[in-house]
């Protein structure tokens, strides 16, 4: 039967990643998973599980020391804007205006100037910055400029979006509403996401399937699909269903 | 702030004036001379007269030698040496080091901060290479290249690119990674990558090390013309002359003393530029 | 972070040049000149690119005569006292100019001059006022090495975060003890730093200052000796030794260093 469905966006098969020492350090240990088209996969675990190893993986930057990654069922050969990644630290370029940055994919896909403003004035008013357009990183707080990376991936329009802990730097509420922003965004513009976090709520709120890893080396501890309905708000947070899934995990993370 | 100015022109001006009074005590003007002489020299070299022999000037008591040491100000003027001349030859010396090291030893840093591997095999003959004193190969550069200019420059230009490497490598290697990483995932290869990201993301770390590069060259270049050269403010400093006469510096304490402030004040002027510059380069760092 | 492979790497590249050179000088053996122009006269036999087989039999020559030996000690110890001297002042002035800003204004004029002022220009002056001999080389060796360390040790102490100082008073240290275990540590980095930079320029002031001021024994004679004859072998050897120090001198300064941040992380 699995012959004639479409491959996983992203898979991995009996992966395991070790970095070398001293001492050499297992990041990862024989982790299966398969992540479906246009599915918002988030991935919990404690720090240190491997997670972002993962990520890196998937991102074309790391190749795993045993096992296979597959992106649409070919290898991964490298980086590449197919597979738009955001950092968890900051990443977005202090040296160029937020326009520059977002417009900086298509940049180096070729696209000519006015076609790449056309789609950066969309982006940049879909995260409210329009003000902002030619403001440099350093006048952003770090909340915009973490949006302003979220856009400048989703500009050359990947199927596939590698988010590292996004918000981890940011405040309570800072980091609700950018989760919202990032809701509508995946909402009008569907694609395969795999969100990387440490936060239940985070993942909770966000994702249509959770996966989550042990500590090193991660491995598969648990998966839980999230019914929970679309469009989510502030109130889906304090929903019956929504805490119920919010206890369960906490149990079975042992947190 | 302007308080602090105060107290530093208060500072500057005790220091001249501790100065003329050392000089007034111990009355050794072969060795410690009067502002009159410094400024004399000063004038001199300048290209605006003799300076007057010092048993002109009324009231002063002079001992014989000192009629020598003003000698050595009219050798450099029959000569035909003057200050602005030495100083322009001497810049000239430092652009020149400056535009020809600087982009080696960014190259090498690059290079060596890209590449773990590239790193592994350069850095251990880098570190070779540092610990060998540029003006010590003057000598044996001189072998092969005999007294020409480019004995002269080598040194510099030596001097200079070995300064530039590391901080371009902790710069590409340190502070560009994540904005690399970052850049291939939006699809940037080559020289997008390399001029767009790698470069200005390094911009900061390798300007910091400018500053440094353009002291070592002024003191390289300085250095040279001391031990080899025929012009110049290195030259000026030993007494001027020909080199194979390097062997006693025969120096007026007044023309050394005016060549080290001329010098500091070129240098301090030329970092003063390097600072702008970097600022102006970096206006959108925090 | 000393992999296998790293050292491995390390070891090829070197034995590489090591290889490359030889080389080279066997292939110069027959091409180079070998009569040099020496400004008034030409010397002959002389050999630009000597092969290992020349240089070992120099060194060994050089060794046994103690002439190296000789040369290194003086040298060393030359590098050795200017170093402490201006390293102690230059700190203790630094520490003094960082913690005390008044202090810091009346003296900026003295450092400003020093600091811009080319370290061997210096040199000409000292000889006039302590003629030809060991004061004037030590002492501009430390001179050079007092505006560094000064410089690092001010900056140390400027740079100690202002939120440590803060968390120090409101637990009752006083200003002494503010600066003994607050300041003091935190301004390691930027003063051990600036001690490795003045290493490698006390070497550079002392072979100048040796090549002008070139009696015997020290390396800078040794140098201009063999430049004049000229000996290539030589020169080659005792550039070679002064790399050597150089290396040996940045290593301990590293070590120094290193032992002095012990608390900090990789990022000291």
Redesign the interface.
């Given at each position: 039967m699995t012959a004639t469905l479409s491959p996983p966006a992203l898979e991995a098969e009996d992966v395991s990643y070790t970095y070398s020492g001293p001492p050499p350090t297992h990041a990862l240990q024989n982790l299966t998973l398969r992540v479906r088209d246009n599915e918002f996969l988030a991935v919990l675990g404690p720090v240190g599980c491997g997670k972002t190893t993962l990520l890196r993986i998937f991102a074309g930057f790391l190749r795993p020391t045993s096992g296979k990654v597959r992106c649409a069922g070919s290898g991964i050969d490298g980086p590449g804007w197919q597979r738009g990644y955001v950092l968890q630290e900051q990443a977005i370029f202090p040296w160029m205006t937020v326009r520059e940055n977002v417009e900086f994919g298509l940049l180096a896909k070729g696209v000519e100037p006015s076609a790449r403003e056309a789609v950066s004035d969309e982006l940049i008013k879909l995260i409210g910055l329009t003000a902002f357009e030619a403001a440099y990183p350093k006048d952003l707080s770090a909340g915009m400029s973490k949006m302003v990376e979220v856009v400048r991936v989703l500009a050359t329009d990947p199927s596939i979006l590698l988010l590292d802990e996004p918000f981890g730097a940011l405040d309570a509420q800072t980091r609700a509403r950018m989760q919202d922003a990032l809701a509508r965004l995946w909402e009008q513009r569907r694609k395969t996401v795999l969100f990387v976090t440490h936060d239940v709520e985070e993942a909770l709120y966000l994702a249509d399937r959770i996966v989550v890893l042990s500590e090193r080396p991660g491995k598969l501890k648990a998966q839980f699909e999230v019914a929970v309905p679309r469009p989510r708000s502030v109130n889906t947070r304090f929903s019956a269903g929504f805490l119920a899934l919010k206890r369960e995990i906490w149990d079975a993370t042992g947190r | 702030m302007a308080r602090r100015s105060l107290l530093w022109i208060v500072s500057l001006a005790a220091l001249i004036f501790a100065y003329m009074l050392v000089a007034r005590a111990i009355s050794r003007p072969d060795i410690v001379p009067p502002a009159e002489d410094i400024a004399g020299a000063f004038a001199a070299l300048v290209g605006r007269g003799q300076q007057s022999p010092a048993s002109d000037m009324p009231g002063m008591d002079m001992p014989a030698h000192h009629h020598h040491s003003s000698d050595q100000v009219d050798t450099l003027l029959q000569e035909g040496v003057t200050l602005q001349a030495s100083l322009a030859v001497t810049m000239a010396r430092v652009l020149f080091g400056l535009i020809v090291g600087l982009p080696l030893g960014m190259l090498m840093g690059l290079l060596m901060g890209w590449s773990r591997r590239a790193d592994d095999y350069l850095h251990p003959i880098y570190v070779l290479v540092r610990s060998v004193p540029p003006l010590s190969l003057i000598t044996y550069i001189m072998l092969w290249l005999g007294h020409s200019e480019a004995h002269r420059l080598i040194p510099i230009v030596y001097a200079v690119a070995v300064t530039a490497v590391i901080p371009t490598y902790h710069g590409v290697r340190d502070v560009a990674g994540k904005y690399v990483v970052a850049a291939r995932s939006l699809g940037a290869r080559g020289r997008l990558l390399l001029a767009k990201v790698v470069l200005p993301a390094a911009a900061p770390a390798m300007l910091g090390g400018l500053r440094y590069s353009v002291a070592i060259a002024w003191m390289t270049a300085v250095g040279a013309e001391m031990l080899m050269a025929e012009n110049g403010m290195g030259n000026l400093l030993v007494g001027g002359g020909m080199w194979s006469s390097r062997l006693q510096m025969r120096s007026d304490p007044a023309v050394i003393i005016v060549g080290i402030l001329v010098l500091a004040g070129a240098g301090w002027a030329m970092d003063l530029a390097a600072r702008a510059w970097s600022a102006r380069l970096t206006r959108w760092a925090r | 972070?000393m992999?296998a492979?790293?050292v491995r790497?390390?070891i090829?590249?070197?034995v590489a040049?090591a290889v490359l050179y030889g080389i080279a000088a066997q292939i110069g053996r027959g091409r180079l000149p070998d009569r040099?122009?020496m400004?008034?006269h030409y010397v002959d036999n002389?050999k630009?690119l000597p092969t290992w087989q020349q240089l070992a039999e120099e060194g060994a020559y050089l060794v046994e005569s103690e002439i190296l030996l000789d040369s290194v000690v003086v040298s060393t110890r030359r590098v050795a006292i200017g170093l402490v001297l201006g390293s102690v002042a230059g700190i203790l002035l630094g520490l003094l100019t960082g913690w005390a800003s008044?202090i810091e204004?009346?003296?900026?004029?003295?450092v400003?001059?020093f600091r811009?002022?080319?370290?061997?220009?210096?040199?000409?002056?000292y000889?006039?006022?302590f003629g030809y001999g060991e004061t004037s080389k030590v002492l501009l060796i430390a001179t050079n090495v007092a505006v560094i360390t000064l410089l690092g040790a001010h900056q140390g102490v400027r740079g100690v975060p202002r939120v440590y100082l803060d968390a120090a008073a409101s637990l009752g240290a006083g200003r002494w003890l503010r600066f003994r275990k607050i300041v003091l540590p935190a301004a390691f980095p930027s003063i051990f730093g600036s001690v490795r930079i003045a290493v490698?320029l006390a070497?550079?002031t002392i072979?100048?200052a040796e090549?002008?001021d070139a009696r015997m024994p020290s390396l800078?004679y040794l140098?201009?000796l063999?430049?004049t004859y000229?000996r290539?072998p030589t020169?080659?050897i005792a550039?070679?030794t002064?790399?050597?120090l150089?290396?040996v001198f940045?290593l301990l300064a590293l070590l120094l260093h290193a032992r002095a941040t012990r608390w900090m992380g990789r990022t000291a």
């Open positions: - | - | 972070m992999g492979v790293r790497r390390a090829v590249a070197l040049v040099i122009w400004g008034a002389v630009l008044r204004s009346l003296a900026d004029p003295w400003t001059f811009f002022a080319p370290a061997l220009a210096l040199l000409p002056l000889v006039v006022w490698g070497w550079v072979v100048v090549l002008i800078g140098l201009a063999s430049g000229p290539v020169m080659l550039l070679a002064v790399g050597a150089v290396l940045d």
